[in-house]
């Protein structure tokens, strides 16, 4: 499966970003998001499942981050709200092997990362 991630920019903190992945064939992959920032290890920010029914979010994004899917583009998207400098990383869009996950190595198929950065 091949992914193209889209939607990274420069903001400020408060401000609102909606970053897409476009999925080639169908949709029928747990989806996740990771993202790095400079310095720092990856990190497994968000996951859905195919149905779109099962969610994951991290901690740090919980209330703030809305993961989901669109069938019929094949996209799925992240948008992310009330965002803050800490946000500020890579954001890469990955696919599971299967349409649910159990870990983050399920995650097998990664897109190009797109950059967020949240000034102060």
């Known amino acids: 499966v091949q992914l193209q991630a889209s939607g990274g920019g420069l903001v400020q903190a408060g401000e609102s970003l909606r970053l897409s992945c476009v999925v080639s064939?169908?949709?029928?992959?747990?989806m996740g998001w990771f993202r790095q920032a400079p310095g720092k290890g990856r990190e497994f920010v968000t996951a859905?499942?195919?149905?779109?029914?099962?969610?994951f979010y991290t901690d740090a994004v919980k209330g703030r981050f809305t993961n989901s899917r669109d069938y019929v583009k094949n996209t799925v998207y992240l948008q992310m709200n009330s965002l803050k400098p800490e946000d500020t990383a890579v954001y890469y869009c990955?696919?599971?092997?299967?349409?649910?996950?159990?870990?983050?190595?399920?995650?097998?198929?990664w897109g190009q990362g797109t950059q967020v950065t949240v000034s102060s």
């Open positions: 990955t696919a599971s092997r299967l349409g649910t996950w159990s870990s983050e190595t399920d995650f097998t198929s």
């Open positions: 064939g169908r949709l029928v992959y747990a």
């Open positions: 859905i499942d195919w149905s779109g029914d099962h969610t």
